[in-house]
């Protein structure tokens, strides 16, 4: 289990420009739905995207903190 702000955290580790919306989509603190804005997105296909956000998701995805994500990125302007 990992709590919203912690889950945050590690988005803003690897993207410190993000902002990060997190739902608890179960109550058990490892189903979410993530909305990622950040100007780090730029010229990057979704894929690239989603990829840099599960990078930095990877020691929660790993060790079971997290179990699901559903995630949603949006470039933001600079």
């Known amino acids: 289990m990992i ?21 608890d989509r179960t109550g058990t603190m490892d189903h979410f739905n993530v909305t990622v804005r950040s100007a780090a997105f730029k010229g990057r296909t979704l894929v690239q995207q989603h990829q840099l956000v599960y990078g930095a998701l990877r020691s929660a995805l790993r060790d079971g903190r997290v179990h699901a994500v559903e995630l949603k990125t949006v470039h933001r302007e600079e």
């Open 3 to 23: 709590d919203n702000d912690a889950l945050a955290a590690l988005i803003r580790e690897s993207i410190p420009d993000a902002e990060v919306e997190i739902v």
